[in-house]
């Protein structure tokens, strides 16, 4: 990680602190001065790639200089999903069971953002658990992607949405910054959003999710490419075909950045069309 990218994390950090202790939190301490690492993650290595580290001075632009400790490892996701936990921004704390940060590898090949936990995601504290998740799992695996692998599964809010309603624009931006700094941390690859509220949200844009797949955009230099839900795919299977389209498009610009990654993982697997009961 570059002395800009903590310096970043920091301020991210210190903000969502502040917020949710309504003062300026003892837990950041003068802003040190702050040394790059050496980069040893054969994952994903954005260098090697071409992938611009330019996203970690865009997000923070916004976000005042402020004042924490040096984090290392995987010391800054934990940290992460700590203040996460803790988070108090929006009305959605009040009615959730677990706050959902996300899970995966770091430095992965791919950063999976989909909308907000349902009800068994609330209940366990983890991503695309449900019927809609197992059939995320599927749809990853066809293309040589895995959660515990070389993927991170995160949501546009952490917390449930009651009845499984849309999030409001208020509590997407409450979570903005954390979505930011796991982009910051992760440095993925390639983005995939599921659904038009991750779509939506992650790209600033009104456009629908019929017209916003098939087509490759940017987030702070990282390729993006936007498909349908799995939960749409399982209200209508006639979704999964260019949903399989989709995935093997995302498939080959990844090949492209990291060529070989999915050399041990076997060969690429159509995305079962019948819309059976386990989905």
Known sequence: MTS????????????????INGYSSPDFPATPVFADDIEN????????????????ANAGAAVNAGAASEFTGTTELSLLAEKIAECTRCSLCKTRTKAVPGEGVQNPAVLVIGEGPGADEDASGRPFVGKAGQLLDKMLAAIQLNRTKNCFIANIVKCR?????????????ACSSFLQAQITLLKPAMILCV???????????????????????????????????????????????????????????????????????GSMNSLNTSNTADE
């Open 41 to 56: 993650n054969i994952v994903s290595n954005n260098a090697a790639v071409g992938i611009s580290t330019e996203a970690a």
């Open 161 to 173: 949405p009651p009845n499984n309603r849309d999030p409001m624009p208020e509590e997407a931006e």
């Open 195 to 265: 659904g038009r509220i991750a779509a939506q949200n992650l790209l600033k844009t009104e456009t629908g999710i019929n017209r916003l797949r098939g087509s490759f955009y940017e987030y702070n230099g990282i390729p993006v490419l936007c498909t349908y839900h799995p939960s749409a795919l399982l209200r209508n299977v006639d979704l999964k075909r260019p949903a399989w389209e989709d995935l093997k498009m995302f498939k080959a610009k990844l090949e492209t950045l990291i060529p070989g990654y999915a050399e041990n993982s």
């Open 4 to 19: 800009t990218e903590k310096t970043l994390l920091y301020n991210l950090l210190k903000t969502a602190s502040d917020n």
